[in-house]
Protein backbone atom coordinates (compact mmCIF):
# COMPACT_ATOMS: atom_id res chain seq x y z
CA UNK A 1 0.00 0.00 0.00
CA UNK A 2 1.06 3.41 -0.26
CA UNK A 3 2.11 5.53 2.31
CA UNK A 4 -0.10 8.17 0.88
CA UNK A 5 -3.13 6.36 1.67
CA UNK A 6 -2.13 5.58 5.48
CA UNK A 7 -1.29 9.66 5.74
CA UNK A 8 -4.12 10.70 4.45
CA UNK A 9 -6.30 8.08 6.90
CA UNK A 10 -4.44 9.95 9.44
CA UNK A 11 -5.41 13.48 8.61
CA UNK A 12 -8.99 12.01 7.87
CA UNK A 13 -8.90 10.51 12.11
CA UNK A 14 -7.54 13.80 12.92
CA UNK A 15 -10.20 16.12 11.43
CA UNK A 16 -13.38 14.98 13.19
CA UNK A 17 -14.12 14.59 17.16
CA UNK A 18 -16.29 11.40 16.62
CA UNK A 19 -14.54 7.92 18.17
CA UNK A 20 -17.23 6.08 15.74
CA UNK A 21 -15.52 7.72 13.00
CA UNK A 22 -12.02 7.56 13.42
CA UNK A 23 -12.55 3.85 14.04
CA UNK A 24 -14.34 3.22 10.50
CA UNK A 25 -11.67 5.18 9.04
CA UNK A 26 -8.95 3.10 10.17
CA UNK A 27 -10.89 -0.05 10.25
CA UNK A 28 -11.34 0.37 6.34
CA UNK A 29 -7.58 1.38 6.15
CA UNK A 30 -7.03 -2.03 7.94
CA UNK A 31 -9.01 -3.92 5.52
CA UNK A 32 -7.11 -2.45 2.76
CA UNK A 33 -3.83 -4.01 3.71
CA UNK A 34 -1.70 -6.64 2.79
CA UNK A 35 -1.45 -8.90 5.82
CA UNK A 36 1.77 -8.56 6.00
CA UNK A 37 1.62 -4.42 5.94
CA UNK A 38 -0.49 -4.79 8.74
CA UNK A 39 2.24 -4.87 12.24
CA UNK A 40 4.11 -2.53 10.30
CA UNK A 41 0.88 -0.44 9.68
CA UNK A 42 -0.21 -0.40 13.11
CA UNK A 43 3.24 0.27 14.52
CA UNK A 44 3.68 3.63 12.44
CA UNK A 45 0.14 4.64 13.09
CA UNK A 46 0.75 4.84 16.60
CA UNK A 47 4.25 6.31 16.37
CA UNK A 48 5.68 3.11 17.58
CA UNK A 49 7.42 1.21 14.72
CA UNK A 50 8.39 -2.58 15.00
CA UNK A 51 12.28 -0.32 15.34
CA UNK A 52 11.62 1.68 18.45
CA UNK A 53 14.04 4.70 18.25
CA UNK A 54 16.49 4.92 15.81
CA UNK A 55 18.50 7.17 16.90
CA UNK A 56 17.30 10.41 14.96
CA UNK A 57 16.12 13.22 16.80
CA UNK A 58 14.54 16.84 15.67
CA UNK A 59 17.71 18.43 14.45
CA UNK A 60 18.51 15.52 12.05
CA UNK A 61 15.34 15.46 10.70
CA UNK A 62 15.36 19.15 10.39
CA UNK A 63 18.65 18.73 8.44
CA UNK A 64 17.49 15.68 6.00
CA UNK A 65 13.92 17.69 4.99
CA UNK A 66 14.48 19.56 1.35
CA UNK A 67 12.84 19.03 -1.61
CA UNK A 68 9.77 16.98 -1.55
CA UNK A 69 8.49 14.45 -4.22
CA UNK A 70 5.52 15.84 -6.64
CA UNK A 71 3.58 12.88 -6.41
CA UNK A 72 3.24 9.91 -3.42
CA UNK A 73 5.35 6.94 -4.55
CA UNK A 74 6.71 5.56 -1.38
CA UNK A 75 5.16 2.53 -0.04
CA UNK A 76 4.34 1.33 3.53
CA UNK A 77 7.33 -1.76 2.98
CA UNK A 78 9.69 0.90 1.81
CA UNK A 79 9.30 3.21 5.22
CA UNK A 80 9.55 0.12 7.06
CA UNK A 81 12.89 -0.55 4.58
CA UNK A 82 14.32 2.16 5.49
CA UNK A 83 13.47 2.61 9.24
CA UNK A 84 15.84 -1.15 9.41
CA UNK A 85 18.27 0.86 7.59
CA UNK A 86 18.75 3.86 10.18
CA UNK A 87 17.98 1.16 13.12
CA UNK A 88 21.22 -0.63 11.55
CA UNK A 89 23.58 1.61 11.41
CA UNK A 90 26.11 1.71 13.94
CA UNK A 91 30.03 2.49 15.02
CA UNK A 92 32.63 4.58 13.01
CA UNK A 93 30.53 6.59 10.48
CA UNK A 94 27.21 5.58 11.74
CA UNK A 95 26.30 9.48 11.65
CA UNK A 96 26.95 9.90 8.36
CA UNK A 97 25.39 7.06 6.79
CA UNK A 98 22.08 7.29 9.15
CA UNK A 99 21.69 11.48 7.69
CA UNK A 100 22.46 10.10 4.05
CA UNK A 101 19.67 6.84 4.72
CA UNK A 102 17.44 9.98 6.08
CA UNK A 103 18.39 12.61 3.28
CA UNK A 104 17.46 9.98 0.25
CA UNK A 105 13.86 8.80 2.48
CA UNK A 106 12.65 12.49 2.74
CA UNK A 107 13.68 13.68 -1.00
CA UNK A 108 11.19 10.48 -2.03
CA UNK A 109 8.45 11.76 0.26
CA UNK A 110 5.95 14.09 -0.59
CA UNK A 111 5.05 17.37 1.70
CA UNK A 112 2.67 15.60 3.82
CA UNK A 113 4.97 11.95 4.13
CA UNK A 114 7.56 14.27 5.23
CA UNK A 115 5.70 15.26 7.60
CA UNK A 116 4.22 11.99 8.42
CA UNK A 117 8.10 10.48 8.96
CA UNK A 118 9.10 12.94 11.15
CA UNK A 119 6.11 12.78 13.60
CA UNK A 120 6.92 8.48 13.97
CA UNK A 121 10.49 9.30 14.37
CA UNK A 122 9.55 12.12 16.84
CA UNK A 123 7.04 9.73 18.37
CA UNK A 124 4.87 12.75 17.88
CA UNK A 125 1.85 12.20 15.87
CA UNK A 126 -0.99 13.96 17.57
CA UNK A 127 -3.62 12.56 15.47
CA UNK A 128 -6.15 11.35 17.71
CA UNK A 129 -5.26 7.42 16.57
CA UNK A 130 -4.60 6.63 19.82
CA UNK A 131 -4.30 2.79 21.16
CA UNK A 132 -7.65 2.53 22.43
CA UNK A 133 -9.53 3.89 18.89
CA UNK A 134 -7.11 1.47 17.06
CA UNK A 135 -8.07 -1.68 19.24
CA UNK A 136 -11.50 -0.80 18.58
CA UNK A 137 -10.72 -0.85 14.56
CA UNK A 138 -9.19 -3.46 14.88
CA UNK A 139 -12.10 -5.51 16.52
CA UNK A 140 -14.62 -3.87 14.13
CA UNK A 141 -12.12 -4.61 10.59
CA UNK A 142 -12.01 -8.11 12.21
CA UNK A 143 -15.37 -8.66 13.25
CA UNK A 144 -14.41 -9.88 16.33
CA UNK A 145 -15.29 -8.70 20.02
CA UNK A 146 -13.36 -6.03 21.22
CA UNK A 147 -12.81 -7.43 24.96
CA UNK A 148 -11.22 -10.59 22.66
CA UNK A 149 -8.76 -8.28 21.00
CA UNK A 150 -8.12 -5.66 23.87
CA UNK A 151 -6.85 -8.97 25.81
CA UNK A 152 -5.12 -10.42 23.39
CA UNK A 153 -3.19 -7.20 22.57
CA UNK A 154 -2.56 -6.53 26.62
CA UNK A 155 -1.35 -10.41 27.30
CA UNK A 156 1.16 -9.84 23.49
CA UNK A 157 1.99 -6.44 24.15
CA UNK A 158 2.00 -6.38 20.40
CA UNK A 159 -1.53 -4.77 19.31
CA UNK A 160 0.17 -4.96 15.62
CA UNK A 161 0.46 -8.93 15.88
CA UNK A 162 -2.95 -8.79 17.25
CA UNK A 163 -4.26 -7.10 14.77
CA UNK A 164 -2.99 -9.46 12.16
CA UNK A 165 -3.93 -12.57 14.19
CA UNK A 166 -7.43 -10.84 14.39
CA UNK A 167 -7.94 -10.15 10.86
CA UNK A 168 -6.38 -13.16 9.19
CA UNK A 169 -6.77 -16.13 12.04
CA UNK A 170 -10.10 -17.78 13.84
CA UNK A 171 -11.77 -16.52 16.71
CA UNK A 172 -10.15 -19.74 18.51
CA UNK A 173 -6.68 -18.41 18.07
CA UNK A 174 -7.51 -14.94 18.93
CA UNK A 175 -9.12 -16.19 22.25
CA UNK A 176 -5.83 -18.90 22.84
CA UNK A 177 -3.50 -15.97 23.77
CA UNK A 178 -2.76 -15.80 27.07
CA UNK A 179 0.31 -15.51 29.10
CA UNK A 180 3.97 -16.71 28.02
CA UNK A 181 6.29 -16.51 30.43
CA UNK A 182 9.39 -14.77 28.90
CA UNK A 183 7.14 -12.35 27.25
CA UNK A 184 6.23 -9.34 28.81
CA UNK A 185 2.03 -7.83 29.42
CA UNK A 186 1.55 -4.46 29.57
CA UNK A 187 1.07 -3.77 33.55
CA UNK A 188 -1.92 -2.72 35.07
CA UNK A 189 -2.76 0.97 35.62
CA UNK A 190 -4.16 2.97 38.43
CA UNK A 191 -6.81 5.70 38.66
CA UNK A 192 -6.30 8.68 41.02
CA UNK A 193 -7.86 9.73 44.29
CA UNK A 194 -7.64 12.87 46.42
CA UNK A 195 -7.38 10.56 49.77
CA UNK A 196 -7.13 6.94 50.78
CA UNK A 197 -10.49 7.39 52.48
CA UNK A 198 -12.06 8.55 49.34
CA UNK A 199 -10.49 5.39 47.14
CA UNK A 200 -11.18 2.88 49.54
CA UNK A 201 -14.99 4.45 48.97
CA UNK A 202 -14.43 3.17 45.49
CA UNK A 203 -13.04 0.02 46.28
CA UNK A 204 -14.71 -1.20 48.80
CA UNK A 205 -12.87 -3.77 50.87
CA UNK A 206 -9.02 -3.45 49.52
CA UNK A 207 -5.02 -3.31 49.74
CA UNK A 208 -3.41 -0.53 50.53
CA UNK A 209 -0.07 -0.45 49.86
CA UNK A 210 3.18 2.08 49.92
CA UNK A 211 3.61 3.64 46.44
CA UNK A 212 7.47 3.15 46.27
CA UNK A 213 9.37 5.85 44.84
CA UNK A 214 11.12 3.83 42.58
CA UNK A 215 11.12 2.18 38.61
CA UNK A 216 8.01 -0.01 37.93
CA UNK A 217 9.69 -3.94 37.18
CA UNK A 218 8.03 -7.05 35.94
CA UNK A 219 10.08 -10.51 36.58
CA UNK A 220 9.71 -13.60 34.48
CA UNK A 221 11.29 -16.68 35.47
CA UNK A 222 11.37 -19.86 33.85
CA UNK A 223 13.48 -22.47 35.89
CA UNK A 224 17.16 -20.33 36.26
CA UNK A 225 16.28 -18.52 33.58
CA UNK A 226 14.89 -14.70 34.46
CA UNK A 227 14.27 -11.72 32.33
CA UNK A 228 13.43 -8.01 33.78
CA UNK A 229 10.81 -5.68 31.84
CA UNK A 230 10.10 -1.79 32.16
CA UNK A 231 6.45 -0.49 32.21
CA UNK A 232 7.44 -0.28 28.32
CA UNK A 233 7.98 -3.53 27.90
CA UNK A 234 12.12 -3.03 27.12
CA UNK A 235 14.21 -5.55 29.00
CA UNK A 236 16.73 -4.35 31.17
CA UNK A 237 17.70 -7.86 32.55
CA UNK A 238 21.53 -6.82 32.37
CA UNK A 239 21.34 -3.98 34.29
CA UNK A 240 19.76 -5.55 37.27
CA UNK A 241 22.13 -8.26 38.15
CA UNK A 242 21.16 -8.24 42.06
CA UNK A 243 16.85 -8.50 41.14
CA UNK A 244 18.04 -11.55 39.09
CA UNK A 245 19.59 -13.16 41.52
CA UNK A 246 16.95 -12.30 44.79
CA UNK A 247 14.52 -13.73 41.83
CA UNK A 248 16.45 -17.24 41.07
CA UNK A 249 16.53 -17.54 44.98
CA UNK A 250 12.90 -17.97 45.33
CA UNK A 251 10.99 -21.61 45.51
CA UNK A 252 9.23 -21.49 42.94
CA UNK A 253 10.06 -22.80 38.93
CA UNK A 254 8.51 -20.74 36.74
CA UNK A 255 7.05 -16.97 37.65
CA UNK A 256 5.69 -13.35 36.61
CA UNK A 257 6.04 -10.72 38.92
CA UNK A 258 4.85 -7.40 38.84
CA UNK A 259 6.84 -4.13 41.20
CA UNK A 260 9.10 -1.59 41.62
CA UNK A 261 12.95 -1.11 42.24
CA UNK A 262 14.75 0.76 44.33
CA UNK A 263 18.26 2.10 45.47
CA UNK A 264 18.90 1.49 48.73
CA UNK A 265 21.26 2.75 51.52
CA UNK A 266 23.82 0.98 53.47
CA UNK A 267 21.34 0.69 56.36
CA UNK A 268 18.70 -0.46 53.87
CA UNK A 269 16.71 3.18 53.63
CA UNK A 270 15.58 4.72 49.92
CA UNK A 271 16.96 6.52 48.42
CA UNK A 272 15.98 9.69 46.38
CA UNK A 273 14.11 8.62 42.60
CA UNK A 274 16.70 10.34 40.55
CA UNK A 275 19.65 7.86 42.15
CA UNK A 276 17.58 4.96 41.65
CA UNK A 277 17.02 6.41 37.73
CA UNK A 278 20.55 6.97 37.62
CA UNK A 279 21.20 3.09 38.77
CA UNK A 280 18.20 1.90 37.00
CA UNK A 281 19.65 3.01 33.40
CA UNK A 282 23.44 2.58 33.88
CA UNK A 283 24.90 -0.11 31.54
CA UNK A 284 28.57 0.84 33.53
CA UNK A 285 29.64 -0.25 36.13
CA UNK A 286 27.45 -1.01 39.29
CA UNK A 287 28.12 0.51 42.72
CA UNK A 288 24.76 0.73 44.56
CA UNK A 289 22.34 -1.45 45.39
CA UNK A 290 18.77 -1.99 43.38
CA UNK A 291 16.42 -4.38 45.45
CA UNK A 292 13.20 -5.58 44.33
CA UNK A 293 9.43 -4.82 46.02
CA UNK A 294 6.77 -7.02 44.81
CA UNK A 295 2.90 -6.36 44.63
CA UNK A 296 2.13 -8.94 42.48
CA UNK A 297 1.99 -11.96 41.27
CA UNK A 298 0.47 -13.30 37.79
CA UNK A 299 1.71 -16.47 36.88
CA UNK A 300 3.14 -19.50 38.96
CA UNK A 301 4.48 -22.95 38.47
CA UNK A 302 1.78 -23.99 35.34
CA UNK A 303 -0.75 -21.38 37.09
CA UNK A 304 -2.30 -17.87 35.26
CA UNK A 305 -3.39 -15.95 38.25
CA UNK A 306 -4.58 -12.97 36.30
CA UNK A 307 -8.47 -13.74 36.59
CA UNK A 308 -7.74 -14.30 40.26
CA UNK A 309 -9.09 -11.91 42.94
CA UNK A 310 -6.11 -9.93 44.08
CA UNK A 311 -6.73 -12.00 47.44
CA UNK A 312 -5.85 -14.60 46.30
CA UNK A 313 -2.50 -13.70 44.30
CA UNK A 314 -1.49 -11.95 47.89
CA UNK A 315 -1.44 -15.17 49.39
CA UNK A 316 0.53 -16.68 46.57
CA UNK A 317 3.17 -13.58 47.10
CA UNK A 318 2.78 -14.02 50.60
CA UNK A 319 4.14 -17.82 50.48
CA UNK A 320 6.96 -17.08 47.76
CA UNK A 321 8.32 -13.61 48.83
CA UNK A 322 6.70 -12.62 52.06
CA UNK A 323 10.36 -10.53 52.89
CA UNK A 324 9.89 -8.82 48.81
CA UNK A 325 6.37 -7.42 49.62
CA UNK A 326 5.66 -3.82 49.41
CA UNK A 327 4.46 -2.73 53.09
CA UNK A 328 0.72 -2.30 53.37
CA UNK A 329 -2.78 -3.55 55.13
CA UNK A 330 -6.01 -5.12 53.82
CA UNK A 331 -8.88 -3.03 55.22
CA UNK A 332 -12.28 -1.91 54.81
CA UNK A 333 -11.90 1.10 57.70
CA UNK A 334 -11.11 4.08 56.04
CA UNK A 335 -9.10 5.16 58.90
CA UNK A 336 -6.73 2.62 58.64
CA UNK A 337 -6.01 3.76 55.05
CA UNK A 338 -5.32 6.70 56.08
CA UNK A 339 -2.61 5.95 58.51
CA UNK A 340 -1.29 3.43 55.72
CA UNK A 341 -0.76 6.78 54.10
CA UNK A 342 0.73 8.90 56.55
CA UNK A 343 2.50 5.98 57.38
CA UNK A 344 4.28 5.84 53.78
CA UNK A 345 4.62 9.82 53.35
CA UNK A 346 6.44 9.86 56.47
CA UNK A 347 8.79 6.82 55.49
CA UNK A 348 9.33 9.12 52.22
CA UNK A 349 7.69 7.16 49.85
CA UNK A 350 5.21 8.91 47.26
CA UNK A 351 1.99 7.69 48.19
CA UNK A 352 -0.32 4.95 48.10
CA UNK A 353 -2.19 2.42 45.99
CA UNK A 354 -5.74 1.32 46.87
CA UNK A 355 -6.46 -1.67 45.34
CA UNK A 356 -10.19 -4.13 45.39
CA UNK A 357 -9.30 -7.08 46.95
CA UNK A 358 -11.89 -8.76 44.45
CA UNK A 359 -10.40 -7.50 41.18
CA UNK A 360 -8.37 -9.54 38.45
CA UNK A 361 -5.50 -7.91 37.15
CA UNK A 362 -6.73 -5.94 34.36
CA UNK A 363 -3.27 -5.91 32.01
CA UNK A 364 -2.83 -2.66 30.08
CA UNK A 365 -5.78 -0.95 31.63
CA UNK A 366 -6.49 1.35 34.03
CA UNK A 367 -9.59 1.47 36.40
CA UNK A 368 -10.96 1.90 39.49
CA UNK A 369 -9.80 -0.85 40.85
CA UNK A 370 -6.80 0.02 41.60
CA UNK A 371 -6.63 3.91 42.82
CA UNK A 372 -3.45 6.09 43.63
CA UNK A 373 -3.36 8.54 46.35
CA UNK A 374 -0.38 10.86 46.64
CA UNK A 375 -0.33 14.56 47.27
CA UNK A 376 -0.38 17.35 44.60
CA UNK A 377 1.69 19.80 45.42
CA UNK A 378 1.57 23.23 43.66
CA UNK A 379 3.92 26.32 43.33
CA UNK A 380 3.74 29.61 41.87
CA UNK A 381 7.04 30.45 40.51
CA UNK A 382 8.40 32.65 37.92
CA UNK A 383 9.04 32.75 34.37
CA UNK A 384 13.17 33.40 33.74
CA UNK A 385 13.18 32.65 29.82
CA UNK A 386 11.06 30.22 27.40
CA UNK A 387 12.69 28.11 24.50
CA UNK A 388 11.23 28.17 20.96
CA UNK A 389 9.47 24.61 20.42
CA UNK A 390 10.57 22.49 17.88
CA UNK A 391 8.24 19.50 15.68
CA UNK A 392 4.45 20.93 16.23
CA UNK A 393 5.47 23.35 18.19
CA UNK A 394 8.23 25.09 16.00
CA UNK A 395 8.04 28.36 15.85
CA UNK A 396 6.07 28.52 19.33
CA UNK A 397 7.94 29.34 22.61
CA UNK A 398 7.51 26.32 24.42
CA UNK A 399 9.92 25.41 27.25
CA UNK A 400 9.56 27.40 30.37
CA UNK A 401 12.45 28.24 32.42
CA UNK A 402 11.23 28.65 36.29
CA UNK A 403 12.49 30.65 39.29
CA UNK A 404 11.45 30.61 42.94
CA UNK A 405 11.97 33.47 44.91
CA UNK A 406 15.27 34.46 47.32
CA UNK A 407 14.11 36.70 49.93
CA UNK A 408 17.18 36.48 51.95
CA UNK A 409 20.04 36.62 49.37
CA UNK A 410 21.17 32.55 50.13
CA UNK A 411 21.66 31.86 46.65
CA UNK A 412 22.01 35.35 45.14
CA UNK A 413 20.82 38.99 45.76
CA UNK A 414 18.16 39.55 48.16
CA UNK A 415 14.69 39.76 46.00
CA UNK A 416 16.51 37.68 43.28
CA UNK A 417 15.44 34.31 41.46
CA UNK A 418 16.94 30.98 41.58
CA UNK A 419 16.08 28.66 38.55
CA UNK A 420 14.51 25.33 40.12
CA UNK A 421 14.16 24.14 36.80
CA UNK A 422 12.05 23.44 32.89
CA UNK A 423 8.45 22.26 31.96
CA UNK A 424 6.80 22.07 28.70
CA UNK A 425 3.99 20.00 29.96
CA UNK A 426 0.69 21.00 30.20
CA UNK A 427 0.35 23.87 27.80
CA UNK A 428 -2.50 24.42 25.56
CA UNK A 429 -2.47 25.68 22.19
CA UNK A 430 -4.10 29.07 23.17
CA UNK A 431 -1.13 29.13 25.97
CA UNK A 432 1.62 28.29 23.60
CA UNK A 433 0.24 31.35 21.64
CA UNK A 434 -0.57 33.28 24.22
CA UNK A 435 2.79 33.33 26.05
CA UNK A 436 4.70 33.20 22.62
CA UNK A 437 3.27 36.55 21.94
CA UNK A 438 3.78 38.26 26.06
CA UNK A 439 7.47 36.62 26.22
CA UNK A 440 8.63 38.70 23.36
CA UNK A 441 6.54 41.73 24.39
CA UNK A 442 8.88 41.44 27.87
CA UNK A 443 12.04 40.54 26.33
CA UNK A 444 15.20 41.47 27.67
CA UNK A 445 17.56 39.27 25.56
CA UNK A 446 18.02 36.17 23.15
CA UNK A 447 20.55 33.55 22.32
CA UNK A 448 19.60 31.24 18.76
CA UNK A 449 16.73 29.12 20.95
CA UNK A 450 16.14 31.03 23.91
CA UNK A 451 14.11 34.76 24.55
CA UNK A 452 14.99 35.78 28.47
CA UNK A 453 12.29 37.80 29.81
CA UNK A 454 11.17 40.20 32.83
CA UNK A 455 10.84 38.27 35.69
CA UNK A 456 7.39 39.37 36.07
CA UNK A 457 5.18 36.03 35.09
CA UNK A 458 3.71 34.17 37.95
CA UNK A 459 3.03 30.77 36.89
CA UNK A 460 1.01 27.86 38.87
CA UNK A 461 3.14 24.56 39.03
CA UNK A 462 2.26 21.15 39.84
CA UNK A 463 4.97 19.08 40.90
CA UNK A 464 5.63 15.57 42.31
CA UNK A 465 8.34 16.84 44.61
CA UNK A 466 12.15 18.22 44.33
CA UNK A 467 15.19 16.19 44.02
CA UNK A 468 18.74 17.37 44.57
CA UNK A 469 20.45 18.56 41.45
CA UNK A 470 23.87 20.54 40.92
CA UNK A 471 22.06 22.03 37.66
CA UNK A 472 20.76 24.78 39.41
CA UNK A 473 22.54 27.34 41.83
CA UNK A 474 19.82 26.59 44.18
CA UNK A 475 20.91 22.76 44.73
CA UNK A 476 17.15 21.36 43.85
CA UNK A 477 15.43 20.75 40.73
CA UNK A 478 11.46 20.05 39.99
CA UNK A 479 9.62 16.86 39.81
CA UNK A 480 7.48 16.38 37.13
CA UNK A 481 6.99 19.85 36.73
CA UNK A 482 3.89 20.84 34.92
CA UNK A 483 1.55 24.01 34.00
CA UNK A 484 -1.51 24.18 35.97
CA UNK A 485 -2.45 27.95 34.86
CA UNK A 486 -0.76 31.49 34.74
CA UNK A 487 -1.42 33.70 38.10
CA UNK A 488 -2.30 36.83 36.82
CA UNK A 489 -3.61 38.06 39.60
CA UNK A 490 -0.55 37.54 41.65
CA UNK A 491 2.80 39.27 41.30
CA UNK A 492 6.11 38.32 41.30
CA UNK A 493 7.16 39.27 44.65
CA UNK A 494 4.21 37.12 45.96
CA UNK A 495 5.99 33.67 44.20
CA UNK A 496 6.81 31.06 46.37
CA UNK A 497 10.92 30.88 47.68
CA UNK A 498 13.66 28.67 47.28
CA UNK A 499 13.54 28.08 50.97
CA UNK A 500 10.25 26.82 50.81
CA UNK A 501 11.22 24.25 47.48
CA UNK A 502 14.11 23.33 49.56
CA UNK A 503 12.25 22.24 53.01
CA UNK A 504 10.57 19.60 50.61
CA UNK A 505 13.85 17.99 50.17
CA UNK A 506 14.83 15.97 53.31
CA UNK A 507 17.81 15.51 55.09
CA UNK A 508 19.56 18.87 54.08
CA UNK A 509 23.57 18.93 54.17
CA UNK A 510 24.80 21.99 54.69
CA UNK A 511 21.31 24.26 54.44
CA UNK A 512 20.24 26.61 57.05
CA UNK A 513 16.63 25.86 55.89
CA UNK A 514 15.05 23.05 58.86
CA UNK A 515 13.29 20.08 56.64
CA UNK A 516 9.96 19.09 57.60
CA UNK A 517 9.80 15.69 59.84
CA UNK A 518 11.63 12.81 57.67
CA UNK A 519 11.09 9.31 57.69
CA UNK A 520 13.33 8.70 54.31
CA UNK A 521 15.96 7.11 57.48
CA UNK A 522 13.29 4.51 58.19
CA UNK A 523 13.40 1.43 56.23
CA UNK A 524 11.13 -0.02 54.43
CA UNK A 525 9.21 -3.52 56.75
Known amino acids: MLLDVLVRTLEAVAA???????????????????????????????????????????????????????????TIAHLDAALDQLQAAAGAGSTVERAATLRT?????????????????????????????LTDAVARAAGRPVEAVRRAAMLSGDLGETALLAITGTAAQLDAVGLVVGRPVL??????????????????????????????????????DVHIYTRTLAEVTHRLPEVVEIVRGLPVRDVILDGETVALDEDGSPRPFQE????????????????????????????????EPLSTRIDVLKRIAPALRIPGKITADPAVAESVSRDALTAGHEGVVVKAVSSAYAAGRRGSNWIKVKPVLTYDLVVLACEWGSGRRTGLLSNLHLG??????????????????????????????????????????????????????????????????????????????????????????????????????????????????????????
Open 105 to 133: LMAEATEREQAFIAGVLLGELRTGALEGV
Open 404 to 525: ALDTVGEFGEPGGYVMVGKTFKGLTDALLQWQTERFQELEVRRTAGTVWTEPVTVVEIAIDGVQRSPRYTGGIALRFARVKRYRDDKTAAEADTIQTLRALLPNLEGSNVSPPPSGRDIPLP
Open 187 to 224: PMLAATAASASEALEATGEASVEYKLDGARIQVHRAGA
Open 276 to 307: TMSRFGANAERTMLLHPWFFDVLHIDGRDLLD
Open 16 to 74: TRSRLAKVNELADLLLRLNPAEIPTAVGLLTAKPRQGRVGVGWIGIRAARGESAPEPHL
